[in-house]
């Protein structure tokens, strides 16, 4: 049965926040040009350097995460335009990086998939375990035979 493992707060980071903060960045660039006259060039220099930083930022972490679900044969990926379909048997290693907020879960793929190699997704909360693995990391590394250190 098929059942979701990325975090429900997955669209709020890859859709909404992306899409408020292009909303702010347009709207600091046209007060500036509005106010030109009072804010002198400084700002017109500065904020396009802060917008390219912002979605360069965006860029390398909350728009790479997924939707992700899995059954016992097949990792259903979506990026919230379209969906695929990766048998398990595809993956080569399953990582998660614990010191970032949203803790993400890295799925490297033995061959590319239309969304690449690496699948990035954010876990559902673990509780209050803070350096332990995801549950989930264990889980798909078992459905995929991949061998643990523990």
Not at 86 to 103: A, E, H, L, M
Not at 128 to 144: H, R, Y
């Amino acid at each position: 049965m098929k059942r979701q493992i990325s975090s429900k707060q997955t669209f709020f980071l890859k859709i909404i926040l992306p899409g408020f903060l292009g909303i702010t960045f347009i709207q600091m660039i046209v007060m500036i040009i509005l106010n030109i006259r009072d804010a002198g060039i400084l700002p017109l220099l500065i904020v396009p350097l802060f917008i390219a930083f912002g979605i360069f930022i965006m860029s390398r972490t909350l728009m790479r995460y997924k939707k992700v679900s899995v059954d016992d044969e097949f990792l259903y990926v979506s990026n919230y335009r379209k969906e695929i379909k990766i048998p398990v048997s595809n993956i080569g290693d399953v990582t998660q990086i614990k010191w970032y907020r949203t803790r993400p879960v890295t799925i490297y793929l033995k061959s590319d998939s239309e969304f690449g190699r690496e699948i990035v997704f954010t876990p559902k909360l673990n509780g209050f375990q803070v350096f332990a693995d995801n549950p989930v990391v264990k889980e798909l590394k078992d459905k995929a035979n991949i061998k643990t250190d523990d």
